[in-house]
């Protein structure tokens, strides 16, 4: 069974920044596309940003500039360098896999004002 495992999440005070990392296990085969969700309190889950597995990334307009997405030399990690993080980004970030449409645990994410 294919499965995804989050970290990296924390308390950060705005301004700062977080590196998320997403491993999968449990498959030989390369996941095609890998990218980040979150959720917020009260708000439907939203993709933060997706990557290839040749490397083609895009993003959610509140992403672009901010936050960077990579696939690590290990097959089937990906990262999300968050960087100027703001009280609005808080929310529960959620690593996931296409096209097996698969889903991390959560890590949170609070940035403090």
């Known amino acids: 069974q294919v499965q995804l495992v989050e970290s990296g999440g924390g308390l950060v005070q705005a301004g700062g920044s977080l590196r998320l990392s997403c491993a999968a296990s449990?498959?030989?085969?390369?996941?095609?596309?890998m990218g980040w969700y979150r959720q917020a309190p009260g708000k439907q889950r939203e993709l933060v940003a997706a990557?290839?597995?040749?490397?083609?990334?895009n993003y959610a307009e509140y992403a672009k500039g901010r936050f960077t997405v990579s696939r690590g030399n290990r097959k089937n990690t990906v990262y999300l360098q968050m960087n100027s993080l703001k009280p609005e980004d808080t929310a529960v970030y959620y690593c996931?896999?296409?096209?097996?449409?698969?889903w991390g645990q959560g890590t949170q994410v609070t940035v403090s004002s």
């Open positions: 996931h896999g296409s096209p097996w449409d698969i």
């Open positions: 449990g498959t030989i085969f390369t996941i095609n596309v």
């Open positions: 990557i290839t597995s040749g490397g083609s990334a």
